[in-house]
């Protein structure tokens, strides 16, 4: 008898060979026209449903996932959302396998690898666009607060990229002398702070501007400046340097 055919030899947008039928199930159709209109017009013409109906193909390759793609979005709000929920989130939601929820962290996780890399070897003050592409990619649509870090050289080229803590919905613990000592360990000479806010509103609270003026007092005698304050929200992200509030 003849090996199966090995599904992982198959192409990103194709689907897995099957036994042989008669006719066609109905939606290999759909799949080779929304493939079409995706080599033709590229990812913006599409909606959130069918990019993410896209990325599903190969993790579910015989069914029709259109309706689970429009359930996804429905759930978790948009594309970007969907590819953010944690895993358990996921399978929740009726025929999303673990496979096909580790497809879409892959997804996830490769947006993020590419923002990233737009920021390698940049003057960061000067590449703000980038900068917050990346923020907006990796924090904006996290389920718990996050504090990040980006540490600084002093021709505001990256050194690291950290997340300091993770904590609730509405609140991350933040140690300001922790901050400097990281500061201190990597050389850094300036840094930039970043947090997102899980409701979806950037506007920062009373505690956000007294924590980052409590960072920029400690960090003031070391001769290490904070550059700014971003929050993200996924309905845009807000500038403490912007708003002068620091």
Known sequence: MAPAP????AGLFEDSPGPAAKEAPHYHGHR??????????GGDALPDYELLELVLFRAIPRRDVKPLAKALVARFGSFAEVLSAEPARLMEVE????????????????????TRGALRERDLLNSWGALHDYLRTTMAFAPREEFRIL????????IAD??????TVDHTPVYPREVARRALELSATAIILAHN??????????????MTREIVSVLAPLKIVVHDHVILGRNGHASLKG????
């Open 243 to 246: 708003l002068k509030l620091i």
């Open 6 to 9: 090995d599904d992982g030899a």
């Open 162 to 167: 950290e997340v300091q803590g993770r904590g």
């Open 151 to 158: 540490f600084l050289d002093k021709r505001n080229h990256l």
């Open 197 to 210: 806010h899980p409701s979806g509103d950037p506007a920062p609270s009373a505690t956000d501007v007294a």
């Open 32 to 41: 080779d026209r929304l493939r079409e209109k995706f080599a033709a017009a």
């Open 95 to 114: 025929g999303v396998s673990a496979g096909a929820a580790g497809d879409l962290k892959v997804i996830e996780a490769a947006a993020r690898r590419l």
